[in-house]
């Protein structure tokens, strides 16, 4: 059989879960995280309503600047309507001196700032005027107007274009106090649109440049606070991925987020109704056991007794070939007692032990069958007081399987080494043959009970290495199993059991 790769080595961890690569879905599908689908909800409107922001941002932008500066049109034509000086007849026409202190606070066309002209309403028809200007620029254009929506002192707005520019034109009818009857006086004033379109720019800008900055800002902070609000969720997810296989006991919900105690007392129903299922697996396999143990034992005894009177050679291998038959179905019998009880959920009483002397002396109790198998088994250690903790009953159980794996397996003549190496935290106990070694397909179910290597012709229960992997975990110990020697064929195999040191 073809050598192994190391990188290859399938490893069971001390919780029964396999290693981080091969724990990854076969699909290749991973689950969205609470935390991921959250933000989406929150950032994704909130990205939204950005560019509606800048939209409404420069909309109120353009009315504040057009409100600012309207404000100054209009006291200008309130200044105008001011300085008119009616004639004291009827027949008189009115006339609009300005004094020069008038003049700075309109800020006329001799300066840049505010455009004016003062004109007697003729209304002509079809909205057009016609009449004397009386003051200001008789390039001013006017506006379209509607002679019968005439309402004297009201102000209104319009935008125009003035020798290629755009401006704001705001004008007024100003009427003669005295008499009523006569032309009104039309009163323009107009400034160009670009100190307002700046102001505009200036309020989008300020407003706009510092949500860039406090955007990402926001993002952060949104992102922190979830990630505080989910750690409760992902505490629970810790304490359950840290859990031992066989610990089906009740999940605290007093350390639980109030939105989430209906899933974990559903959980612990879940989990009741489990462990009930499977202290009744247990109870079956254990009273089922007992209760074989004791017939087959009796078939045995009369099959060996049968065997002293056995009338003929037949006779005397047929009783052979039973009391054989009775021996492995003991030892499965036993094999299924001592499953139920590496299972069982009680806590296991750890103490310290030396593991040097434990593996030396199960070594030494298997010699003789090796011998009888033309197997050279042997041991060896690199520290006389490897100290862990331990219950010497099921780790002699655990050994003996390995040891009785091997020879099984181990050809006539072959080696079966059990070796032991000690580091400053560890303590690495070794068994390997010189077999035909297991190929990485096989290596996924060897620990699974009642599965026998694809081929093989050795007789077992199929639960020796099962029970194995159950008493590593009980000790919070690495089970692992490797290609004993990658140079050679047959490459064999090499289960190695990893333990904590104890000083």
């Known amino acids: ?206 407003v706009i440049i510092p949500q860039f900055l406090v955007l990402p800002v926001a993002v952060l902070l949104i992102w922190f606070g979830l990630s505080r609000g989910v750690a409760p969720i992902n505490a629970l997810q810790r304490r359950l991925r840290a859990r031992r296989p066989d610990d089906l006991s009740a999940i605290e919900e007093d350390a639980t987020p109030a939105e989430i105690t209906p899933l974990v007392t559903a959980m612990n129903d879940l989990l009741a109704r489990l462990s009930g299922n499977i202290d009744a697996q247990r109870r079956f396999v254990a009273d089922a056991a007992h209760q074989l143990k004791t017939p087959l034992s009796g078939l045995r005894l009369q099959a060996e007794l049968a065997l002293k009177s056995a009338p003929n050679s037949e006779t005397e291998e047929n009783l052979h070939k039973i009391v054989a038959g009775t021996a492995r179905a003991t030892r499965l019998i036993n094999q299924l007692l001592l499953m139920a009880s590496a299972e069982n959920p009680d806590h296991v009483q750890l103490v310290p032990i030396n593991l040097t002397n434990l593996a030396r002396q199960v070594t030494e109790d298997w010699v003789e069958q090796a011998m009888a198998r033309g197997v050279d088994l042997g041991f060896e250690s690199n520290n006389d007081d490897a100290m862990i903790r331990g219950q010497s009953l099921l780790l002699s159980e655990a050994l003996n399987n390995l040891v009785d794996n091997a020879l099984r397996y181990a050809p006539y003549s072959g080696q079966v080494t059990v070796s032991l190496e000690a580091t400053d935290t560890e303590v690495l106990l070794h068994v390997q043959d010189n077999g035909p070694g297991i190929s990485p397909e096989e290596r996924e179910r060897i620990f699974d009970r009642f599965y026998r290597v694809l081929g093989t012709q050795t007789h077992g229960s199929g639960l020796g290495l099962a029970i194995v992997k159950e008493i590593a975990q009980k000790h919070q110990a690495n089970l692992s199993v490797d290609t004993a020697h990658p140079d050679h064929v047959p490459p064999g195999t090499r289960f190695t059991l990893a333990f904590k040191r104890q000083y």
């Open 1 to 206: 059989m073809a050598a192994i790769p190391p990188n290859r080595l399938k490893s069971i961890q001390p919780d029964g879960t396999p290693t981080a690569a091969s724990a990854k879905p076969a699909n290749g599908a991973y689950s969205r995280s609470l935390l991921g689908e959250i933000l989406d909800w929150m950032l994704a409107p909130l990205f939204l309503l950005w560019p509606m922001s800048v939209a409404i941002t420069y909309v109120v932008a353009q009315d504040i600047a057009n409100t600012s500066y309207d404000r100054n049109l209009r006291n200008a034509l309130s200044v105008l309507s001011e300085q008119i000086e009616w004639p004291n007849g009827a027949n008189g026409a009115p006339i609009l001196p300005l004094n020069p202190l008038t003049k700075v606070a309109l800020r006329t066309y001799d300066s840049e700032g505010v455009f004016w002209k003062a004109q007697v309403a003729l209304y002509t028809g079809q909205g057009q005027i016609d009449g004397p200007v009386i003051g200001g620029d008789d390039a001013l254009p006017t506006p379209q107007l509607n002679y019968e929506d005439v309402r004297p002192g009201r102000v209104h707005y319009k935008d125009q274009t003035l020798s290629g520019f755009e401006v704001r034109l705001a004008y007024q009818w100003a009427q003669n106090p005295r008499y009523p009857t006569d032309d009104l006086v039309l009163l323009i004033v107009a400034e160009g649109r670009e100190p307002r379109v700046a102001l505009a720019n200036d309020i989008i800008k300020g």
